[in-house]
């Protein structure tokens, strides 16, 4: 039998074994910890996108029961709306960097000084803007549109006029709860306003539980309704709940030196982000709608096979637009303290989750798009024609991606002037200039039109990732120097 000789212990043995930290893993953890922050931001905003989608097509489809004349009056109606609406929307995108830069730094007081101003100016813009949207509907019967779709139209176009007002005071609040990183509450006053949505325009659409029936100015009325509530409920939020930093705003803006006068300074920062942001979802509508005139000259199955696509497109952009705006708040929180090193995570995890998810709606287009186009019920022709647009479309939906995720890191960064220059060139010299010569001079036909709208927003996704790379090595040089 053998045995062995005990030695004693070493003194200042440790048993365990060391722990090596490796440079890979502990880069993929940080980079795992930036992304659970990211999809704790964006699911809920990616949740209240799929909403807004849920809310029209609702609308839709209870005026689809009504008649094509009925259909028709909602469609002039909305896209006049739209038209006129998007300019004082898109200029309350410049409050919320301001708002997470100011909580960032913890300057409480100016979270109440910059609520209480964009309030102002969001309020007096929606009540200028009300007034062309009005001046729309009387002009109406001079655009040699049918008689009964005038009659129809000419009402709800009224009343979607003054629901104007509460949603510009709702979209401030939005704006606002964005930046307070309030996302789940976000949510959840979307799908009550939703919900809400839906449930007026089944009593005054078609009249039951006592009530009339309103028609197409039941649409309205559900919309300025639930608007509305949406806007007190914001509010209410915003200003009464003590558990959240909301609080601070709430008293920040019952303090005595806030209400003796406005400050232009603020005004200015917050025309400054806006106006660009406003004047880009501006053109780039008005650049889409010239695509689609063009795209209508070819005809009108082609033209349904064009809305059919833009369709499925929609919902796509409605979650990069989410991705968007959770990129533009996290950067913008790590910008105002000038973490490079966690701006540089953020924007990485942004591009990569936008394309991932890209990715799988891409294949997903391009693998079962016969399934996806019979549920339009449209006719053989119509479906043959998309599927000739099915790559193109494919290459558009990565394309508009790493654009729109680009343009909410620049965004984040207070830079909004040259994502504006750049797209708008973009939009209008490269997608419809070179889809017309693509489309009618060398006869591609719809295609032509799809590729320059790709090869349009790839130059804006480029031009957009170098713009980033510039201001990240600027940063970093300067901090460089200062040490």
Not at 108 to 127: F, P, S, Y
Request: glycine letters at 6%; one cysteine or more.
């Amino acid at each position: 039998m053998l045995y062995l000789k005990r030695y004693p212990p070493v003194v200042g043995y440790n048993k365990t074994m060391p722990t090596i930290s490796l440079p890979l893993t502990n880069t993929l953890r940080e980079y795992a910890k930036v992304a659970k922050s990211y999809a704790t931001l964006s699911g809920p905003l990616i949740a209240s996108g799929m909403i807004l989608i849920i809310t029209p097509l609702s609308n839709n489809l209870m005026v689809g029961r009504l008649g094509p004349l009925t259909l028709a009056a909602a469609s002039i109606a909305n896209k006049i709306y739209t038209a006129c609406s998007i300019f004082p929307i898109g200029i309350s995108y410049g409050l919320t960097p301001l708002i997470v830069t100011a909580k960032t730094k913890k300057k409480h007081t100016e979270l109440g000084v910059l609520l209480q101003h964009a309030l102002c100016l969001n309020v007096l813009l929606g009540c200028l803007f009300v007034i062309p949207i009005i001046l729309c509907a009387r002009l109406l019967p001079h655009l040699q549109q049918d008689y009964q779709v005038i009659l129809l139209a000419q009402p709800y176009l009224y009343i979607l006029a003054y629901s104007l007002i509460p949603t510009m005071i709702l979209t401030t609040f939005t704006r606002c709860l964005e930046g307070l990183f309030c996302m789940m509450q976000l949510m959840g006053i979307n799908i009550i306003g939703a919900l809400l949505n839906i449930l007026i325009n089944y009593l005054l659409v078609y009249g039951h539980l006592g009530v009339s029936s309103m028609g197409l100015n039941g649409i309205g009325w559900a919309a300025l309704l639930s608007r509305t509530c949406m806007m007190f409920l914001a509010g209410i939020y915003v200003f009464r709940r003590s558990e959240l930093p909301t609080m601070r705003v709430r008293r920040s803006l019952k303090s005595d030196d806030l209400f003796n006068r406005f400050k232009v300074t603020y005004f200015i920062k917050l025309v400054k982000l806006g106006i660009p942001v406003s004047l880009h979802l501006t053109l780039e509508m008005a650049a889409l709608a010239c695509t689609t005139i063009l795209i209508g000259c070819l005809g009108t199955d082609v033209q349904a096979a064009s809305t059919i696509v833009d369709s499925f497109i929609d919902v796509v952009f409605a979650i990069t637009w989410a991705l968007s705006t959770g990129t533009s708040i996290l950067v913008c929180k790590y910008f105002s303290t000038r973490d490079t090193q966690s701006l540089k995570k953020v924007i990485i995890v942004g591009f990569i989750i936008g394309g991932v998810v890209t990715i799988l709606f891409a294949f997903g287009l391009l693998y079962a798009w016969s399934s996806i186009f019979t549920w339009y019920h449209a006719s053989q022709e119509v479906i043959h024609i998309a599927s000739r647009i099915t790559l193109a479309a494919v290459c558009f939906i990565l394309a508009d991606s790493m654009y729109t995720i680009g343009l909410g890191a620049l965004r984040g960064m207070h830079v909004t002037f040259q994502p504006m220059y750049i797209a708008s060139a973009s939009n209008w010299l490269i997608g419809l200039l070179l889809g017309y010569f693509l489309t009618f001079r060398l006869e591609w036909g719809i295609a032509g039109m799809w590729w320059a709208k790709t090869a349009a927003f790839s130059f804006s996704a480029i031009a957009f990732a170098i713009l980033l790379c510039r201001i990240y090595n600027r940063m970093t040089t300067k901090q460089v120097s200062t040490t």
